[in-house]
């Protein structure tokens, strides 16, 4: 039987793979696998000849690159939403840079953190949260009026704006596919909140990275 009568039988049997191209991914497992490794391969070979593609496949690997891009950063901005206090809106992560927040004694506190090779326009050395909670009327804190923007990171030489650990060793990207790294990120971000006094078991954990 050819492939693809083969898949449309197993479609016809499955209700999954109702629309059209549903059934590609449904029935590719080890697509993240397969994915990231090609992915990376291509990325990391240096020497742009080896990637030997012509213009026009160049511009069809960037279509599906921003139409993945788009929809992963999309996603990946809506896995806080459900932290309380409800009433606060998600804060705005800084391109080039995130934010990492968590929810103590009902309120949100985020700390914005820069990319390397990126600084804060404004010197936040004393300031390295902001926060939303009754006290602030459900509304984000920040240097910037209205809104949500609680930071910018700008391309800078030296990072002298905030202390040390308001800087992604290299992005936050990085940090976020790494375990190890988040779970550090938090860990710190713990510890100072604990120093300024702040109590309670924080909850609702989240890292959210802004657009590239
Ligand atoms: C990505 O492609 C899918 C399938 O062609 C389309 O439905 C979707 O709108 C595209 N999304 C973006 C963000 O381009
Ligand atoms: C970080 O990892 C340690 C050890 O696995 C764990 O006990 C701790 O809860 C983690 N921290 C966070 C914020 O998840």
């Known amino acids: 039987m050819a492939l693809r009568e083969a898949l449309t039988l197993l479609c016809s049997l499955a209700v999954v793979c109702s629309s059209g191209n549903h059934e590609s991914c449904e029935l590719k497992p080890g697509l993240f696998d397969s994915l990231t490794g090609d992915l990376k391969v291509a990325a990391e070979c240096s020497d742009d000849s080896s990637l030997q593609w012509s213009s026009e496949q160049a511009a069809e690997v960037l279509i599906h690159m921003r139409n993945l891009t788009e929809r992963l950063q999309k996603r990946q901005l809506k896995e806080c ?14 391109s080039n840079g995130g934010l990492a927040c968590v929810t103590a004694s009902n309120k949100r506190y985020c700390k914005p953190i820069c990319d390397s090779g990126y600084d804060f ?7 390295l949260f902001e926060e ?11 240097l910037y009026v209205g809104g949500n923007r609680l930071a910018v990171c700008n391309k800078a030489a030296l990072q002298i704006s ?4 308001a800087y992604f060793t290299k992005d936050c990207l990085t940090t976020k596919s790494s375990s190890e790294q988040w779970n550090t990120t938090m860990e710190v ?10 109590t309670g078991n924080p909850t609702y ?7 590239p």
């Not at 939303?132 to 920040?142: A, F, V």
């Not at 905030?162 to 650990?165: A, E, K, Q, T, V």
């Not at 971000?189 to 702040?198: A, I, P, Q, R, T």
């Open 162 to 165: 905030s202390r040390p650990s």
């Open 81 to 94: 939403q459900e932290a309380e206090p409800k009433m606060c809106q998600q804060p705005e992560a800084p």
């Open 205 to 211: 954990h989240c890292l959210l990275c802004g657009r």
């Open 121 to 127: 326009s404004f010197l936040r050395r004393s300031r």
């Open 189 to 198: 971000l713990l510890k100072e909140l604990k120093d300024e006094g702040v």
């Open 132 to 142: 939303c909670g009754e006290q602030t009327n459900y509304r984000w804190s920040s």
